[in-house]
């Protein structure tokens, strides 16, 4: 079947194993002002000539990409879904079809002629439905696992001692230390006039740096109120060492926001990843977080990553999510394969998937029950053939990191130092 509106496609050329509705709904703006079509893509950053939604509409980037689906091709940027094609959580892209009424079934193609995304394959004229932003890498912490575009503190210390980030996303390993697209003032105004006016916007979500430690952040929200865009269901990621009452205030006057606090364990190896953070504050903050919730308007949720150094311990966190029935989005290391937790040993991976196998059996959180389906299939995945070069890697970028951290391996994992002895340790 060939539609046409503002251009043609063919539907029978798109394909089940490759299709994503994201391309057409998601604009993803990255610390530096970059921007892509989702939140996952990779390395595939492109600059906004004119404004984002010129970008959005008729950049090079979008406009590739979209011809790859409708073509029936992975893009070069989804290399992230597609080794999860296979796995027992399947890729993300169909959780997203879906969320756009598409099957991937045999009726496939049906769904997509009855779907809501139809209008949108053969329009130029877009606007986002979802729009997830980091103003610039502004932070408080110098986190492990983090990289130099995410974090100035951390680059700050990677530049005293002139260490290369090779656990960075490539095309940022370089970048200055201090990031903040939102400087140019005439740019800020435009992306505040974008969000605004586009009555299509279902979600904004705002991401690090700290979001709670930039400016720029407290001022959209006020331009949001202001503007009574308060319809848009906006949440935030944050690393839970700051709570603002004032903050707290004006987000209750949002019909939905949605509050994503990090946190890796309510234990001290929290703070050896999280570096500048104290378990104990944090654990403070994330009840008062909790107090103020208002159910199915101001929400709470947590997230933490679970690699080497955090998953033996990562239940102490999953625990207070079960208690107070919260959403737990639980994502791996990406992309440093190093820190995930196949390079732990055997041993430990097999008694850390049992425990978490029992400890919640019997859990009725989805949400939870679905993260620790994620974990045990982590920890239960053969040893890939590169295991001792990716242990390798790790001890190295453990011991760069203890000693520009200022942290101390052997004292926080004393049960695992004999095994990475072996790998350089």
């Known amino acids: ?97 879906l969320r756009a009424a598409i099957v991937d079934n045999n009726f496939f193609h049906e769904s997509v002629q009855q779907s809501p995304v139809l209008s949108r394959l053969v329009s130029n004229n877009l606007k986002p439905h979802f729009v997830f932003v980091s103003f610039g890498n502004q932070c408080n912490m110098s986190c492990r696992h983090c990289f130099r575009i995410s974090s100035n503190k951390l680059a700050k210390i990677y530049d005293q001692h002139n260490y290369q980030d090779i656990s960075g996303l490539p095309g940022t390993r370089n970048l200055a230390a201090d990031q903040d697209w939102t400087q140019d003032q005439s740019r800020w105004e435009k992306f505040l006039s974008y969000i605004v006016d586009n009555r299509d916007l279902h979600q904004l979500a705002i991401n690090g740096g700290e979001p709670v430690v930039t400016p720029r952040f407290y001022e959209l929200i006020d331009h949001l109120i202001k503007h009574n865009r308060t319809d848009i269901k906006f949440s935030f990621s944050t690393n839970g060492t700051v709570f603002d009452q004032t903050l707290i205030n004006k987000l209750q006057k949002f019909e939905h926001c949605y509050i994503d606090i990090s946190i890796e364990a309510i234990d001290p190896v929290n703070d050896y990843v999280r570096v500048g953070a104290d378990y104990q504050t944090v654990s403070q903050n994330f009840f008062k977080f909790l107090e103020h919730q208002i159910p199915g308007k101001l929400v709470v949720g947590g997230h933490p ?64 029950a679905n993260g620790i389906k994620k974990i045990c299939s982590w920890l239960d995945q053969p040893e890939p053939a590169d295991i001792d070069d990716l242990r390798k890697i790790f001890v190295q970028h453990t011991k760069d990191h203890d000693r520009m951290l200022g942290t101390d391996f052997s004292k926080t994992f004393p049960h695992l130092v004999e095994f990475y002895k072996a790998y350089g340790f």
């Open 1 to 97: 079947m060939a539609l046409s509106g503002t251009k043609t496609i063919e539907i029978k050329n798109i394909s089940p194993d490759t299709f994503c509705v994201n391309p057409w709904y998601y604009l993803r703006i990255n610390a530096t002002g970059t921007a892509s079509y989702c939140i996952r893509a990779t390395d595939v950053w492109e600059e906004p000539q004119q404004d984002f939604e010129d970008f959005f509409n008729n950049s090079n980037l979008v406009t590739a990409t979209r011809q790859s689906m409708l073509g029936g091709k992975f893009p070069a940027g989804c290399n992230r879904c597609v080794p999860e094609e296979a796995t027992i959580n399947g890729a993300w892209r169909k959780s997203q079809n």
């Open 305 to 368: 990553t679970p690699m080497v150094y955090t998953v033996e311990k990562v239940h102490t966190f999953l625990d207070l999510c079960v208690e107070y029935d919260l959403e737990s989005w639980i994502t791996p290391a990406h992309p440093q394969r190093f820190l995930k937790v196949e390079v732990l040993p055997s041993d430990i991976k097999a008694q850390t998937s049992e425990f978490l196998r029992h400890r919640y059996a019997n859990v009725t959180n989805a949400s939870i």
